[in-house]
């Protein structure tokens, strides 16, 4: 009998056209994302290390699809497919022709379960099967590896068929047993609640191991498992069915089988006729009319039936209170209140982390990140009532009662647009509440409600644009279901597409809102407020006119399809609505060619691909010039004023051009900010002696001069430059953000440069094949003589005098860097001046907001702050910090060249901060608003680190800089992170360090997974973040760790003495290494080779460990510990190298004060492991816990959790293997220091 | 006023003649349009409700051309359509006073008053805060006769609405309609012949989209008089006597099939005279041809 049922209902789901439907979007989704993978679009196109084809880029799609709002979709089909095998008969009242069959339960339950199951198996399949299909196109491209059948089947079955099993038995049996899909559908929000909650706590580091356990789809735990993969790893390993993956597999398939036998032990056909229902209906009074009493009725009171405009209004307001009511007691309603509160109260507690540092719950933060999450439920609630309003009375069958009183479809379709406006705006305060509750609860009290009334004001006027479009869909469609997937084409997939397609203009994207920037304490939400109404006027008028239009075809009688429709409602088709839609038209078009004029006249709209293209042209014309000698600049000059509240500024400067070469030059090659609408206008840019021109390109902003004379080897000449910077209009979809009403930071990167510009050129080497440019190196060879000429920042000065003016208005203050010779005021602005009194590189900025400042000293040294008023949080730690940092930097690399220290706040629209001479822009985001919990030993304090090290780079970049070659960031950006270690462990201690370096560890190690071109060694870094920054401190600190902290800083203080302030050929990374290798003993020096010179990577771990416990008391432990020494290649291709190294080892016991586990060291000694395993053997005093080898983590450990283990269970065995490597091995640079 | 509807044709998309060349004139007092289900009737009442239009004719009630003035005849219209819901978990008042929003009696103290007079009148007002959702079929029926009433309407459309009622209920709602009908148009769709035999002051019978017999229900019987046999015959003998004559019914008793026949003479002897019902007029009507 199984058999039949599961075959005859098989057979159904085949003939049902939805299965194919669904089927067919997941196909055509993941075709178009295989396609784009292999690179069939013509969009823009970027490097990289990975095949799209290997299992774990399948595997990615896969999980990537189940995420966010694709999640939803999926859950959502799914629930179509699994969760009505059973609830069907019910609903089609079929139910007695079975259960009164002679059948089991079991072969109508899992005949029943199963044929749905396998639909979903086959409709899911076909987002492998899609992308399959989509990869193949890529055939022979470096993008696709060799084709494994393999690659597609076992992430789909590792992944995919265990989700749709638990996902399906959730749904069915939640929906067979309350005989409703409510409860489905609210399943898949709840999943959604899941997803969000679990990737904001896996931000911080600690969770993410339970995470990859907990979390019932496998994405945590595939993300966690290959979390270290490199790009060797990635297009080559399958997954491997182990550790946490496995874990978290088996228990939630065993999960998905528990609730299957659960609800198959459950269910019986009896209880089934009577749902299992929360709320249990009281018994109904079925109260028998009493005998009739006619009256007449002549009798019934004579009533007025009024039909003026004003009663039209009043039953709208009648109908829209109604129509509210009706949604907000609903279920959906509230639960999704409720989850929406829980959700932003659960992400609250994981605000805004950097290095596990949460910041302070101030009121912008609470609306991005935390309500972010609600409002995509909103979305979702506009979505579903859109549909439940416009289809209400024909469900409940009341659209003929309704559709004869004399009530006009105006006022029947707008009352249910204002309603849908007005739950929507309630669900807007309910975010607003919570997040004032939220910020309270965390004891923060500078509640801003205004702020919060003028978000939701936005918000709201966004969502009724959507609300709009989703209702009058609703309206057009022949039923609720399409209306449904309708609505979400312009609320999602198109969007989807046109990103994809880079097709990007905001006319045509739906509820565009123009150029945007994030609100800002400092500038709150700035210039774009008008552009930001424009847009939205634009997209509600266009709403409008469709709702009208749907007005035309309002369901109000028995008519189906349009044409039927129009024709009932066409006479309410009168004067005013014609007139409304004329308006609602001319609205739009006026909207609309405003904003074209704005972004296609007075602006272009440049797409990823044509910015591509405009870079070939400009490479291809001028790269000849390169090499054509050019004067360097030795001076500036400038004078810059502001005009915040027009965001204008016009500049007036000049360099002085020195002639450092041996002949004389008579060209002179101008580079600027070029564009054929740009906002910056160089009006003058010519040398004070007569000059010819000889190109003058506009469009890629270059100028070629012709000097009258030449200039002689040593002579100077003055070049005057005069700037406008005033933006006409606005563009597309991005605005400038570095002149603004309050917080403008620009720096001299838009004055002009002298001489060719190499950066302009296309960097991804994908791309320049594609329009036959030679490859390009990401930066010239370490030793490349004519790069070391320039220093890795500026192209065209070494040292400069620096002078400037600069003027704003009245009410704020404007900085620059230099001391402050004079200030005045004058027509009502503010004038500075600024003079530098010692060189500086040819790197300067310029400030100018509204500023609180509070001042200190160290020694002859001013401290400077200058701040929003609000954001003094952290201002004491800044300070501490910047004299904690002077004190250290004098002391150990040399005096510092400045008698300044300057923190200048900026908005939030970068977040960095960024070292100029003795001027440190500083972003609101960063730092500001961090909330350090100084109870907390191992939390970090960030402003403290990032002031640190913005400080020691006046030493590591203003006193010190590299040549523009490879590794040059070693002496600038790793020295300044340990620079500020340093600082740090002073001022907190050794312990604070272990959590910052494991987080430094896990940046590189992830870091390097997502390598584009080819991870180099330390010392070759091309401007690599992971590898200066995070990996960078860990050597940095281990290598202090063998040397010695005064030996290495020797070492540092006599390198820096050396080439400080050094004209051309700038310091290399080479030179600098030779001076950490004569600093290392010789035992030792292998660790130079392997931190700087390669990539050299270790899997310590403990092979056993045990104790015994001594008759005197004490405990007798042995520890078996292994290492295996790798050295990797550019793609992290490893091979094993013989280890012969020192390392630590240590025993641990573990203090529990408070529930907080310290751990205390027993033993900690260096040994030498010249064997790949070893055995020690220990006496300690106290219960020894765990042990290891390296248990700091001071060596790159591609593991670095399985350093330590616990005592009384045996670690797991170790993969020491490496796959054997075909190609040549290890690839070792070395580099003689010979200079 | 006068109901005035001539020459109005419908077609539906997928070919099915519904309405084809109606002409009627209804004046006030009950009329009663009897007919076997899918004869048109209710394509006929939506169309004069102003919830389908017409492929042609025309449609006045006074001065109202109802296929053009829609608006104008909503304000006089009270409609209880065949088949009809309500909201949930809304209660009888509630409803009532949703309805006497949206026919324009806006004024709050009026509609309070009609609201609960009308709920006393059909006898609902204990039952007021229930919801309407969950009342039985008879009450059902007199909410839905409830709201048809409000705001003096001068045309009372009702579709089959004592279908599924019990006798008692049904009784109950015959006695609302007919003293509504006292004193404006009534237009009563039903196939049950009783319901135009107790209410009806004029009627039709109609089928297949035509009128087939148009009359008050005595001259009906006039066009039946000595027409209808009456015999017991065998059961398998049914079909021999459809092909040989006019069976306009039949009912088992007794083990035995009753046949009526619709004939000018006695077939034979074996047939009895019976005095023509309503019952046998309208099935006759539907059963020619």
């Not at chain 1, 379709?413 to 807007?428: D, E, G, P």
């Not at chain 1, 050396?1058 to 600098?1072: A, D, R």
């Not at chain 2, 089959?160 to 404006?184: K, W, Y």
């Not at chain 2, 002051?201 to 017999?213: A, D, E, P, Y």
Request: charged content about 20%; proline content about 4%.
């Amino acid at each position: 009998m199984f058999k039949e049922i599961f075959l005859f209902d098989l057979k159904q789901n085949f003939r049902k056209p939805q299965t194919y439907i669904f089927f067919g979007i997941f196909f055509i989704l993941t075709l178009l994302l295989g396609m784009l993978s292999a690179g069939v679009f013509n969009v823009a196109t970027s490097d990289t290390n990975l095949v799209m084809n290997s299992a774990n880029s399948v595997a990615g799609i896969i999980v990537g699809l189940n995420d966010g709002i694709l999640g939803l979709v999926n859950s959502v089909i799914l629930v179509a497919i699994m969760a009505t095998a059973i609830q069907k008969d019910y609903e089609y009242n079929t139910h007695p022709l079975f259960f009164t069959k002679p059948i089991t339960k079991g072969s109508y339950f899992f005949g029943r379960f199963l044929s749905a199951f396998f639909t979903a198996v086959f409709v899911f399949s076909a987002q492998v099967i899609g992308y399959y299909i989509g990869c193949l196109f890529g055939i022979g491209k470096p993008v696709m590896g060799p084709f494994e059948l393999m690659n597609f089947l076992q992430p789909f079955l590792v992944f995919m068929l265990p989700n749709i099993l638990l996902l399906g038995a959730i749904f069915f049996s939640a929906t067979t047993f309350t005989r409703n899909t409510l409860p489905a559908y609210l399943f898949c929000i709840i999943l959604l609640v899941i997803r969000s909650v679990t990737s904001n706590i896996t931000a911080d580091l600690e969770n993410k191991a339970a995470a990859a356990i907990w979390e019932p789809f496998g994405a945590e735990a595939l993300g966690y498992i290959t979390q270290y993969w490199t790009p060797d790893d990635q297009n080559t390993k399958m997954i491997p069915l182990e550790g946490q993956l496995l874990y978290n597999r088996l228990l939630w398939t065993g999960i998905a089988l528990l609730i299957t036998f659960l609800s198959f032990f459950r269910f019986s056909f009896s209880q089934f006729l009577q749902p299992f229902s929360l709320f249990k209906r009281k018994g109904e009074k079925q109260e028998q009319s009493s005998a009739i009493q006619l009256h007449s009725l002549s009798l019934l009171p004579r009533v007025s039936q009024r039909f003026s405009g004003m009663e039209n209004f009043r039953q709208l307001g009648y109908l829209t209170r109604f129509e509210f009511s009706k949604m907000t007691k609903s279920a959906f309603f509230i639960i999704i209140c409720a989850l929406g509160i829980v959700m932003m109260f659960i992400i609250s507690q994981y605000m805004g982390s950097i290095y596990d540092t949460e910041t302070y719950p101030v009121t912008y933060q609470i609306l991005e990140s935390v309500a972010g999450i609600f409002q995509f439920f909103i979305m979702i609630l506009i979505v579903f009532f859109s549909g439940t309003i416009i289809w209400r009375e024909r469900e409940q069958k009341m659209d003929e009662l309704i559709g004869t009183t004399p009530v006009s479809n105006t006022v029947l379709f707008f009352s249910k647009y204002l309603a849908l406006t007005a739950v929507t705006a309630v669900l807007l305060v309910v975010i607003a509440v919570t997040g004032m509750l939220i910020q309270v609860s965390m004891s923060y009290y500078h509640v801003e409600p205004l702020l919060y009334l003028k978000a939701i004001l936005r918000m709201l006027v966004s969502f009724s644009i959507i609300g709009g479009i989703c209702i009058a869909l609703q309206v057009f469609t022949p039923n609720k279901y399409l209306g449904f997937f309708l609505s979400l084409l312009p609320v999602m997939f198109i969007n989807i597409i046109f990103s994809l397609l880079e097709w990007d203009n905001d006319l045509y994207i739906f509820n565009s809102s123009g150029p945007s920037m994030p609100y800002s304490d400092m500038n709150g939400y700035g210039h774009t407020v008008g552009t930001w109404l424009l847009y939205k006027t634009y997209w509600l008028s266009i709403v409008l006119i469709i709702c009208m239009l749907a007005l035309l075809v309002f369901a109000r009688g028995k008519e189906k399809g349009l044409k039927a429709r129009f024709r009932l409602s066409r006479t309410s088709f009168g004067a005013k609505h014609k007139l409304a839609l004329a308006v609602c038209m001319l609205m739009a078009i006026s909207a609309g060619a405003f904003i074209f004029y704005n972004t296609n006249v007075l602006h272009s709209i440049v797409t990823p691909k044509q910015a591509e293209e405009d870079a070939v042209a400009f490479e291809k014309k001028y790269k000849k010039y390169e090499r054509t000698l050019q004067p360097r600049i030795v001076a500036s000059n400038i004078s810059v004023d502001i005009f915040p509240e027009k965001r204008n500024v016009s500049v007036k400067g000049s360099y002085y051009l020195k002639n450092k070469h041996a002949a004389a030059l008579d060209t002179l090659f101008i580079n600027y900010m070029g564009g054929d609408n740009s906002d910056y206008h160089y009006t003058r840019l010519e040398p004070e002696t007569g000059a010819r021109m000889l190109i003058d390109d506009k469009k890629y902003g270059v100028k070629m001069l012709l000097l009258d004379k030449p200039l002689a080897p040593g002579d100077s000449i003055r070049f005057d430059f005069e700037i406008d910077y005033t933006p006409k209009g606005f563009r597309n979809n991005s605005t400038g953000t570095e002149v603004v009403y309050n917080g403008t930071f620009f720096n001299n990167m838009v004055f002009p440069s002298i001489g060719y510009y190499p950066d302009a050129e296309l960097s991804s080497n994908a791309a320049r094949k594609k329009y036959g440019l030679k490859e390009k190196p990401r930066m010239a060879p370490v030793n490349d003589s004519l790069a070391r000429m320039n220093t890795y920042i500026s192209n065209d000065a070494d040292w400069i005098r620096f002078e400037t003016t600069v003027s704003t208005s009245e009410n704020q203050i404007a900085i620059a860097p230099g001391y402050l010779q004079k200030e005045w005021k004058k027509d009502g602005r503010r004038y500075f001046h600024y003079k530098m009194d010692s060189p500086i590189l040819n790197f300067y900025s310029y400030l100018s907001a509204e500023y609180e400042i509070r001042k200190d000293k160290w020694k002859d040294v001013n401290i400077e702050i200058y701040y929003q008023k609000g954001h003094e949080y952290n201002l004491d730690r800044m300070i501490s910090s910047i004299k904690k940092s002077l004190e250290y930097f004098t002391a150990n690399f040399g005096p510092y060249q400045h008698r300044q220290v300057r923190i200048l706040e900026f908005p939030r629209y970068a977040s960095f901060a960024q070292s100029f001479p003795n001027t440190i822009p500083y972003s609101e985001s960063v730092g500001f608003i961090a909330k350090v919990d100084d109870k907390n030993q191992e939390k970090i304090d960030v402003p403290f680190y990032i002031t640190a090290h913005e400080v020691a780079h006046q030493w590591w970049a203003h006193q010190v800089i590299g040549g523009n070659v490879q590794g040059s960031v070693l002496m600038s950006e790793t020295m300044s992170q340990y620079s500020a270690l340093m600082v740090m462990e002073k001022q907190y201690g050794k312990q604070a360090m272990k959590k910052f370096l494991k987080y430094e560890m896990d940046k590189y190690l992830t870091g390097r997974t997502m390598e584009t071109k080819k991870e180099l060694p330390l010392m070759l870094c091309e401007n690599q973040d992971y590898i200066h920054y995070n990996k960078g401190s860990v050597i940095m600190y281990s290598l202090k760790d063998y040397l010695g902290e005064q030996v290495l800083n020797n070492a540092l203080s006599s390198y820096l003495n050396k080439v400080k302030f050094q004209e051309p050929p700038y310091t290399n990374s080479v030179e600098f290494v030779s001076y950490l290798r004569a600093a290392t003993p010789d035992s030792l020096k292998y660790i130079i080779t392997d931190m700087f010179e390669t990539i050299t990577i270790y899997e310590n771990y403990v092979k056993d460990l045990s104790y015994t416990k001594t008759p005197e008391g004490k405990y007798k432990v042995s520890l078996t510990v292994g290492s295996v020494k790798f050295r990797s290649d550019s793609v992290g291709k490893n091979s094993k190298i013989p280890v012969a190294d020192y390392m630590d080892i240590g025993v641990f016991a573990g203090n529990t004060m408070k529930g907080n586990t310290e751990e205390k060291e027993l033993v900690l000694q260096r040994i030498k492991m010249d064997k790949p395993e070893k055995t020690f053997e220990f006496i300690v005093d106290e219960k020894p816990v765990s042990a290891g080898i390296d248990p700091y983590n001071k060596l790159i450990d591609r593991t670095p959790g399985n350093n330590t283990w616990k005592f009384g269970s045996k670690p797991p065995k170790v993969n020491t293997d490496v796959k054997e490597t075909k190609g040549p091995g290890s690839v070792t640079v070395t580099v003689s220091s010979d200079d | 006023m006068q109901l005035i509807i001539s020459n109005v044709s419908k077609t539906y998309p997928n070919g099915l003649k519904a309405l084809n060349n109606i002409n009627l004139s209804i004046g006030k007092g009950m009329f009663g349009l009897l007919g076997p289900n899918g004869a048109g009737k209710s394509t006929l009442m939506r169309t004069i409700a102003t919830l389908q239009d017409p492929d042609g004719g025309s449609i006045t009630l006074g001065t109202i051309d109802v296929l053009k003035q829609k608006n104008e005849l909503r304000k006089t219209l009270g409609y209880l359509p065949q088949d009809f819901g309500f909201y949930p978990k809304v209660s009888a008042v509630n409803l009532l006073t949703h309805f006497a929003v949206l026919k324009g009696i806006t004024d709050k103290g009026e509609r309070k008053e009609i609201v609960d007079a009308l709920l006393e009148q059909t006898n609902l007002y204990d039952a007021r805060k229930r919801n309407v959702s969950d009342y039985s079929g008879g009450m059902r029926q007199r909410f839905g006769i409830a709201q048809a009433l409000l705001g003096n309407p001068k045309l009372i459309i009702v579709d089959e609405p004592t279908a599924g009622l019990d006798p008692m209920e049904r009784n109950r709602f015959h006695n609302l309609l007919s003293e509504i009908g006292e004193q404006v148009i009534v237009i009563l769709s039903t196939h049950i012949v009783d319901d135009v035999k107790n209410l009806c002051k004029r009627m039709v019978v109609m089928n297949k989209g035509t009128i087939m017999l148009e009359g008050t229900p005595s001259e009906a019987l006039e066009t039946v008089k000595g027409k209808i046999w009456r015999k017991h015959i065998n059961k398998n003998e049914i079909n021999d006597y459809r092909t040989a004559m006019q069976v306009i019914s039949s009912h088992m008793s007794d083990g035995n099939l009753i046949i009526h026949v619709y004939a000018e003479n006695a077939p034979d002897n074996s047939f009895v005279p019976v005095d023509g019902s309503l019952e046998d007029v309208y099935f006759s009507t539907i059963t020619k041809n």
